[in-house]
């Protein structure tokens, strides 16, 4: 069997984390969403997130995330760029991938901490 190396600079988290969303607004441009939609991701790491929608987003859309992390007390609020959208399968929903375009390194080193405790 060939040896894969892995291509991704951090580790995932399998994990399910809720989460919310809105597609981001600038300032001046149009009125700011009011709602956020809540998600279930799938897997994040450091660099970004991986999750199911019911409908499609637009491909480089930046969204406003907040995700909640269950062992911290704090949400971690960020900004991810949509950068893969995966087509339905037959009953199923939009599969989208996320890089992390603006977030704290303080929160990249949160989530980097449960991923190493993750795969202990």
């Known amino acids: ?30 009125t700011p969403l009011p709602f956020w939609d809540p998600v279930t991701i799938k897997n994040i790491s450091a660099g970004g997130t991986y999750f199911y929608y019911k409908k499609t987003l637009g491909l480089d859309s930046l969204l406003d995330l907040k995700i909640y992390v269950p ?26 991938a996320t890089e992390f375009k603006e977030i704290d390194e303080r929160e990249k080193e949160k989530i980097n901490t449960i991923a190493r405790e993750a795969s202990v």
Do not use: H, L
């Open 71 to 96: 062992t911290c007390t704090s949400v971690i609020n960020c900004v991810g760029k949509i950068t893969r959208i995966d087509e339905p399968k037959a009953n199923t929903m939009f599969r989208i």
């Open 1 to 30: 069997m060939p040896n894969r190396q892995e291509r991704r600079k951090y580790r995932r988290i399998e994990t399910p984390f809720m989460a919310r969303f809105r597609v981001k607004q600038f300032e001046g441009v149009g």
